[in-house]
């Protein structure tokens, strides 16, 4: 079996398990980054070396975390073809993960003032272009409206979502999360 039809089976076996913003993350990965490059292996000829240079190609086009996170979503994958019996021994296990070097790793982070300087630019209004666009007056006809400027002031949703982030310590990966979960609500 190619590892194309693998991950297809594999995609269709976790779809009732996985949160559907999880499923969607795991067809992307595997539909964009892992199939277009070991698809057209068997899965029984993958091994660690064929692994590696799949990670090696991936070095340079995504981020640390983002390897990291294929890596994770492929050895799973693995382990399930360990357990429906199709290979012996999951490749990932012994494979060697590259990595960029050249990749910040150190924390960023808001001073103690640039953090005050941030919640106080919350309250400030902002200006924003509204393009030109037709509308109907109260007769039926039709005007072009040309552009113009509207000052605008955050909402207080964000300003709350903000100022939780800056005091709470939310990390990408957690706003990531809250404003996906607001996403899907408004939909």
Same mark, same amino acid.
């Given at each position: ?33 892992? @199939? ?83 919640? #106080? ?14 509308? *109907?007056?109260?007769?039926? *006809? ?14 207080? #949703?964000?300003? @709350? ?15 990531? @999360?809250?404003?996906?979960? *607001? ?5």
């Amino acid at each position: 079996m190619t590892f194309a039809d693998f991950a297809e089976k594999w995609l269709e076996s976790r779809k009732e398990d996985l949160a559907y913003s999880t499923y969607i993350g795991y067809v992307q990965i595997v539909n964009n980054k892992i @199939v277009p490059t070991l698809g057209r292996y068997k899965v029984a000829r993958i091994k660690p070396p064929v692994i590696e240079e799949f990670y090696k190609s991936l070095v340079g086009t995504l981020a640390n975390g983002s390897i990291q996170k294929v890596k994770n979503v492929l050895s799973g994958m693995f382990r399930t073809a360990v357990r429906w019996q199709m290979i012996q021994v999951n490749p990932c296990r012994d494979a060697k993960l590259a990595k960029n070097k050249d990749e910040e790793t150190t924390l960023k982070y808001f001073t103690p003032e640039q953090s005050l300087m941030f919640l #106080q630019s919350l309250d400030m209004e902002f200006e924003t272009v509204v393009r030109g666009h037709e509308r *109907k007056d109260n007769t039926g *006809k039709y005007y072009l409206v040309p552009d113009y400027m509207k000052s605008k002031k955050l909402p207080l #949703q964000l300003k @709350v979502f903000y100022t939780l982030s800056l005091y709470c310590g939310f990390r990408k990966g957690d706003a990531h @999360v809250i404003i996906r979960l *607001k996403l899907e609500q408004t939909q």
